[in-house]
């Protein structure tokens, strides 16, 4: 095959090629001239050597995901060498991790959407079917309790899954938008979530409902009086996410075996190590992923929910009518 | 000239301590002494200022080391952090060059500004902020890098003070003083300056080549004494290495006192700076050879075999740590330092101005070591060159090469300096003629031998036997003939 | 000095991982060596008997930390065997793509892993430079950047990404641009030359009966690569050949076996492109998850006396998957799933090449066999 | 106190490093530590010659003696066949 046609040892080799092989290195480090030298160029005249630019992101696809994405109209350079932060200097900075983090500077560089990070979990639409346990080859999925909003009554009427979760009753949980609801979605960013998912509702338990005013012990203290079109009907509920991260290994098994559109991986690289292993079990809080991260998905979850609910209440309706019948029968 | 360096370190010094004397002892019943208790003095007081001086430009090295090492290997990290030095938005933070004293920092300000106009990013928002907080992460921009050596050392000083339990204790603690209190020795014998150094004898050149050999017999006892087959290796390597170096680096460095006319270091600057030729221009073979007997001497790749990583771990002293590990590195590095600094006396002209005479007159105002450092670190990233590009040759090769090549070339070179010495200086300055056609010579030699590719050798890589089977492109169904 | 045993391992800078080396040593010459494996031995074999076909995927990955995906597709292809299942053929294109990069990203681990061995830290941090491109790429197929858990029975995890096969195209091409600086740093330095030229002869014939594969026999002149003598997926629809060395009479040494990976490298960089030509959807198109396009359905039971088998080039040599159906006592799980490890068999017979030479050859000899310990333990 | 005095001091302290060094020679126990004694009587007697103003002396004493001939009894002492570090393990 193809050897090398200098590989002889002699003394053109012995300093003089490996030297300047060294120093070309070297000197392309240098900021401006570096780059712009023809001298130093890729080896034997190639093309420019560090930062070939291309677009981020071909037309149609830029096209698809809209001007918004941080990828669109980016430069890009296949060894990542450069950067439109600073771009004079055509090297890449050194992050500095964690006081800085590449998806805050740079985010069209940190690429992959389907980067297999921490797991999150959308509680509203995990109906504990289990199918990631089975799915996962270490065993380090779990289920436990969550206070979560009954998702079916939480919509406005006249939308097609309106009202058929549970209801509001006296004893029951119940739940209430803080006041700062919509802050909160549009601020909550999964890819620089690094902590706890912001809770959107006060949760609390319904002591007295009269009328149209309920009597409500919050669970931070306090007990109100709050009128009753406030409240949403909240359960506790057995969800997904409970997850050992001693022994995740990120294989993305569990996120293939949800068919709800409720377990996937973030983005998130950061705040899974600990100092025991007690520390590495990931509760319910910390896996948590607010349903706007996939809205569109959730609500058409919601709409299959409501229809298989609505379907069962009118056999279960039927059933009743015609057991009443026999009765009358 | 020496005379023309204001920097008169050790005249001051005299000064000093002969004022001390006369107020002292002078004023005592030992006033006959006094004398002789300035020179002790003087003595002390230029080994204390000698000693600092190297242990404080020593740190420049381990600098050089890293970040030249870095840019070739093109790391991003360490390249990058000179970056902070400009890129500095101002703005609402407090700039360091803003915390100087009676406005001392403006021009910083000023290049600041007119790099940011000119070569500044307005791109997005974030650049900005990002180079705001990027001043609040510390103090990046002053020489980056450079005071890591101090928190190695404290982490040196922290760690814990370690023996082998089957070790030979006392020639375990002893080595590492055979070899660190040898290297320190060396700098009593080198002159940073025309008036920087600590002992001047009429012999200094032989004593600090006698010093320079202690080393050895510390390696291989630290070597033997570890009980550990790595160790022992290594030291035995060393040995056998620094045996085989050492004559050629002697046999040249006689030379370069023969070419001199004398033992004497300073002599050796002096007649260079007489004679209005540096002795590479004279004895470029004698550099070369220096050059790599000098890297053999200092155990750094491509002669590094002592302490190969890869096989031995890490050679003769695996298993020390700690302080003590932290100072025979520094020792390594001070060895280092002594060479370049050997380098740029023997053949660099010393603390002779770039240019020679024809500069110096417009360069009186800068002391004449601050040529000699600067030279000595040329020499160093030269190291550090030859490291990032060479790789490590192996024991047989390197003793072949020592004993088969270098003594017979510095014998050479012995005698190409015997004859200009002899027939061609005439006791006078050189004739531009002499350094021009020998430095003419050589690089011709260079070139020649460069370029030169032997054509027979290329054409031996087809080796005679062979089970090689042409293999055609491949195709649907090229398998199943 | 007298013959003594060194042992080089399993904490050493020679081992490249968790294993001993013990050499007997006459001053500085070797003239006997004795590996001792199985430090990292954490039964994967029998791991795979108590896990249904699929989770199995995610223990291939670990296998070699340096080559990760070759084993996972190895793995899978040999289930495909057992269950007997169409892979659809842009699937297959999508896998060649991803095991090719995987490939150059391991020989270029090992290129970086072997400069230090023979004393150059420089070239290790541009191997190491060049391997982040590659790694980038099989990021974004498989969302990890060591263990990626690509493929799936029947197909592959998800299709390229959008704007994929231009990103990648970019990256093959810079990397064969600087693939050329290493043979300039390399091939071109006297050290390395006397370091490697002579070094280490592995005779080919002892190579073909202790069973060594891969690289290694390729350096010997022995023309066999599983994707080329028995073609499975598409190699025999893309363009390529394979990288054998012209050995001299004495046999392979260590710069022979340094050349054929370099050859290697540009062989499956080709090899990409011209997939991504030949994908049949375009690589630039962009299918939805689940597509059928790229995952046909499996069944997940075998039925009992079904066996599946598939030999594998991984970036080491032959891998092979030997997988025996449980039926129905066993449910989804295997009754046995039995690997072969090209390490296993090479790390034996290359610690038997360093005899008679110096104790300075023991890295550069053994390095340029390309140890990966993972897969050796098992 | 006159320099002579200082002199004799110094040769006083010399002399008896070097007699030590030399019978730390003869009775160690260890090859390797009479070679550790013999490099302080060696250089204990470069230092005598230094005394007595024989500075090329002194210097030839420490390059050759210490450099090279110590070096190769050294090798003798390593290279010669014996069961090495065996002792320890016992």
Redesign the interface.
Known sequence: ?A?H????P???NM??R??W???K??L??IPYIGSRSRFLAGHKGGEKYHAQQVEMIDEWTAERLGPDHPSVGKIYAGDRETS??????E????V?YP??RLE??EPWLFVPGNYNGRIGIIWETCTACKLCIRACPNGCVHMTTEKRVNVLDTTDEGDEWHGYGSEIEEGGLVARKKEEFEQIEEDYNLVLEHNDAPQQYDFGDLIKLDGDVATVRWETGGVDEVPLADLQPAEEDIVSGRIDNGRCMFCGLCMEACPFESFFMTNEYDGMSGYSRQDLWMDAPRTRVLPVVHQERVDAELVKRAKQERGKREKRAAKAAKASEQAEA | MAEGDWLDIRGWVEALSFAIADNTVGMSR?WR?KG?TADILTELIMAVVVFGLIMTTMLVLLWIERK??A???????A???M?SLW?GEGGEHVDWYGLLPFGTGAPFRWLNRWLNKV???D??V??VA?VR??SY?GIWWMLPGFFQNIADAVKFLTKEWMVPT?A?K??FE?APF?IISSTIMLFAFIPLGPHVWSAN???SL??L???F??A??GV??AG??S?N??T??GG??S??Q??AY?IPL?VTVLAVAVLSGSMNIIEIVEFQMDMDGWNLFLLPLGAALFLITMIAEVER??F??PE??????EGWWTEYGGLRWGLLFMAEYLRAYAACLLFAIFFLGGWEPFGGNLVAQYTAFIPGIAWLLIKSWLMFAVFV??R??????????ILEFGWRWLLPLSLVNLGIAVWLRLWVWQGEVWSPLVPGIITAIAVALFVL??????PE??EG?????????K?????????KK | ?AE?W?S?GPQ???THGLWTLRVK?DG?TVIDTEPDLGYIHRAVEKIAELRDFTKFTTYCDRLCYASANTWSHAYIYAVENLLEVEVPERAEYIRLVAVEIQRIASHLMWLGAY????????A???CL?EREMMLDLLQELGGSRLHYNFPRVGGVKRDLPIGFAQRCRTKINLFLNRIQEYEA?LDE?T??L??TQGVGYAK?EEMVNHGVTGPNVRA????YDVR????YSV????????S??????KGADCYDRYRVRVEEMQQSARMVLDALDKMPGGADTHHQHGDEAILAKAPLRAPEGTSGFHHFEDSRGESMFYIVGGGEQRGKFPYRNSIRSPMFITIPYASKCMIGY??????AIMGSFDPCIGETDR | ?P?SLLEEFAFALLALLAIAGAFGTIYAK?V??S??YL?FCFLAVAGVFLLTGA??L???Q??VY???V???V??GV?LTRRQ??EE??E
Not at chain 2, 449 to 454: F, K, M, N, R, Y
Not at chain 2, 471 to 479: E, V
Not at chain 3, 228 to 231: K, L, Y
Request: hydrophobic share 50%; aromatic share 10%.
């Open positions: 095959m050897y046609p200098h590989a002889t002699n003394f053109r300093i003089v490996p030297m092989m060294a120093l290195t070297a392309r480090t439109d932060l600073v771009p004079y200097l090297r890449p900075l050194t500095m006081y800085e805050e500077l | 030992f002494q002789t030249f090492f840019r070739i290997m093109d790391r991003r990290g390249t990058m952090a970056r890129v070569a500044g990013s791109h997005e974030e650049s990002r907080d990027r992460h089957k030979d006392f020639v002893v055979i004898p009429d012999l032989l004593f080549m006698a010093i050999g202690i050895p017999l291989f006892f033997w004494s009980n087959k790595y022992l290796i035995i390597r040995a056998a620094l045996t050492e002697l790749i491509p590094d075999m190969a990583e890869a096989e031995l771990v060159w030859v990032a590009s060479l790789h490590r040759v192996r024991t047989d090769q031998l460069a370029i030169d590719e032997d050798s290329l890589r087809e080796r005679p036997y062979s089970v090689h089977v293999a055609g492109p491949a195709g649907p169904g090229t398998h | 000095m003594m060194i080089m050493h800078p020679m040593v500085e400069c230090p061995d023979v004393g150059n830290l420089t290790f941090v541009w430079r740093m330095s050290v390395f006397v370091r080919p010997g002149g022995i023309n080329w003598a028995h073609p190699y025999d629809e893309v363009d390529w050949e394979p054998v060395e012209k050995p001299s009479i110096k104790v300075a050859d023991i890295p | 106190m320099a260890r390797a530590h070679m550790l490099i500075e090329l002194a210097a030839i420490i390059l210490l450099g090279s110590l070096l190769v050294l090798f390593m090495i570090q320890d393990f």
